[in-house]
């Protein structure tokens, strides 16, 4: 059994569900938000989870491919976020709006 | 409990509130200044995790960048007419908490078995986790260089594929926000 200084002092498991939190805060974002900034956001909150349990990992296995990974993860977060952004000035371009709902109506 | 964990108290407190603002608020302009708050937390995490090379990447990439290309996409926008920032739908949207909720305990259920795990088989890996849970962290020295090494020698073709997606993102970007036209056209 576990006493309480053992839950207090932060180890891995800490890290773990911080991440989970984090992670489960940015798909709630993505669920229920319509506004697609705020989508792009909420994926980078849960890009940034995932960072954490790697880097979390890394740290406590002492293995450096952990943080490889998440300078990796960062690098297609950019490239994600330029994309999305993109996308987002073509919908309010042709809707004046950036709605989540006009994204089926965006042709070519 | 030490100095180290009152400190990772306060920044994972402090990253998930400012996390659930960004979805909670709903001006967008709002959730990106509590995005730029969540992620310096974040790096402040990485900190607390002896990764300070990966927390001033955080930092500038994500303080600096990413979220500088937010702010400037939203100055672009009209924000005054957001009136509705959720979806509709009670039901829907109580299946989806419902289901967010069932996400999170089930990543943090799997986390805290896999860590069992690997405690009980930590044996097999060189510089176990014990190790490091009795010193507290790793001497991790030079952690730049190692890194750098790893990434120019085990990492070298996904380094060099991801610069070449670097390259295309770019004109990705620039042909998707681009209509014939220019900024005058008609629809």
Redesign the interface.
Known sequence: MQSTEALVSVGLNHYLVLSALLFTIGSLGVLLRKNMIVILMSIELMLNAVNISFVAFATYLDNLDGKIMVLFVMTIAAAEAAVGLALAVNIFKNFREVNIRFFEHLRG | ??E??IL??IL?SM??LF??L??LTSS?IY??LY?VM??LS?AG??M????P??AG??II??AG??LV??VM??M???LK??T????KGRFS?FL??V???L??GF??GA??ES?SL?MATSEE?????AA??ETG??P?TN?IK??SK??FT??LF?FEV?GL??LV??I???A??R?AGG?H?K?
């Open positions: 409990m030490s180290l964990d990772f108290y994972s990253s998930v996390g659930a960004v979805v967008p959730s990106s995005l969540s992620m974040v995490i990485f607390t995790l002896n990764a090379f990966i990447i955080q990439v994500y960048a990413v290309l937010f996409v939203l672009l926008f009209d007419r957001e509705k920032a959720f979806t949207g989806k908490l289901g967010a909720g996400l999170c990543i943090a986390a805290y860590v690997i890996i060189p510089t176990n986790i490091a849970a962290f790793s991790t952690s190692e890194i790893l990434l085990k990492y996904a991801l997606l670097l993102v770019p990705g970007a620039v998707l926000s209509v900024t056209a629809h």
